[in-house]
């Protein structure tokens, strides 16, 4: 089973060939992101318009890099969403296209399933079932993941998105869009301990995370001070060490309540140096093992859809609607 898999639900164009067999064959990514800095976010509207102008040149691309042709690709993949809509139209318009005059089946992905069954394109892929967190610019969840398609949500943020305190802190710092790996790096040049953020949600049970606070907790730390490098690393540092220390927490809770041996890290977020310090910690701690994917894998990306296309099309479950795209979309929801 080949897939070609098209990803355009944000700001990265971004197209794969994975076979059942080989594994991944090719993959290409076109990253908006110069062009969106200007305007200090995503413009949807430039989004759509450059996904229709950098998708079939990438689909080319990557074809010829797996040396494939419409003749060895069995299905076509794509995400249909969470996302901007006119951008998840683009691919999703273009793959059932592609489907129909090929005549080979196209397959809508959710994002976040693509995201979570990333790790399985390393070399030593997790075996399900497994304890996901999902943390993107978009999301932030706990999932425990019992098998291909069977998706249960733990937790979840009830504001902000991991990714979003990020890149709003990271905004205040005066990085920019998106700032959440810039802030990282000057993160590692600040001082531990001058500034204690608040962990959100830590006096509580449960399982859910809340990040909005913090991004205020940082404001208010720059607030009437001289905004030189070292106050901004100093800030950047306490910043990302409450994330990691919520989000590692809330982890450790997870993997005690379910009992998993497996902890996925997928997302964004998931490039993050410290946080997968910090899981690494938690997992030996509760005699559990780490799984991440490569940081190219982390973000967007379209090996991650085809990957998801081709377990969904071996497994026959790839029949839905004729094409579909929606910006909103729970993981696990039919
Ligand atoms: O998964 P992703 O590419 O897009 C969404 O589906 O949202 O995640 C992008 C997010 C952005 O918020 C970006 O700032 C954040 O991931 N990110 C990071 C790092 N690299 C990317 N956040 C913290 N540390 C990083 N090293
Ligand atoms: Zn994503």
């Known amino acids: 089973m080949r897939v070609l898999g098209i990803e355009t639900s944000c700001d990265e164009t971004a197209v794969a060939v994975y076979d059942g067999g080989r594994g991944l064959l090719s993959h ?3 990253s908006q992101v110069t062009m ?7 413009v949807p509207e430039l989004a759509s318009r450059d996904h229709v102008r950098r998708l ?9 890099d797996a040396q494939s042709d419409q003749d060895s690709i069995d299905g076509i993949a794509y995400t249909a969403g969470p996302g901007l809509i006119g951008a998840l139209l683009v691919g ?7 489907g129909l005059s090929w005549g080979k089946p196209a397959v809508g992905i959710h994002h976040l399933e693509g995201h979570l069954l990333a790790p399985l394109l390393e070399p030593e892929p997790p075996g399900f079932p497994f304890l996901a967190l999902l943390v993107s610019g978009g999301h932030t969840q706990l999932v425990d993941v019992a098998a291909l398609g069977k998706y249960r949500i733990l937790g979840e943020t009830l504001d902000d998105a991991a990714g979003e305190a990020f890149d709003k802190t990271a905004k205040q710092l005066g990085l920019p869009y998106p700032g959440g790996a810039a802030l990282a790096k000057l993160a590692d040049q600040g001082a531990s301990g001058r500034f204690m953020f608040p962990r959100p949600m830590l006096d509580r049970p449960g399982l859910d995370f809340s990040f909005s606070g913090l991004k ?19 800030v950047a540092r306490g910043f990302q060490e409450a994330v990691v220390d919520t989000l590692a927490e809330k982890c450790r809770r997870a993997l005690e309540v379910t ?3 497996r902890l996925v890290i997928a997302g964004g977020v998931g490039a993050n140096i410290r946080l997968r310090e910090k899981l690494a910690q938690v997992v030996r701690g509760a005699g559990a093992e780490l799984y991440f994917p490569r940081t190219e894998f982390c973000t967007d990306n379209g090996a991650m859809i085809a990957l998801a296309g081709c377990l969904r099309m071996t497994a026959g479950m790839h029949r839905g609607p004729p094409m579909a795209a929606r910006a909103n979309w729970e993981l696990g929801a039919e």
Request: hydrophobic letters at 50%.
């Open 28 to 30: 290409r990514l076109y």
């Open 36 to 42: 969106h800095q200007a305007y200090g976010g995503v």
């Open 56 to 64: 079939l040149p990438l689909v080319r691309e990557a074809l010829a």
């Open 92 to 98: 999703a318009g273009f793959a059932t296209s592609l």
């Open 216 to 234: 205020t907790a940082a404001l208010v730390a720059l607030r009437g001070r001289v905004l030189d490098d070292t106050l901004r690393a100093d």
């Open 259 to 261: 009992g998993h041996r």
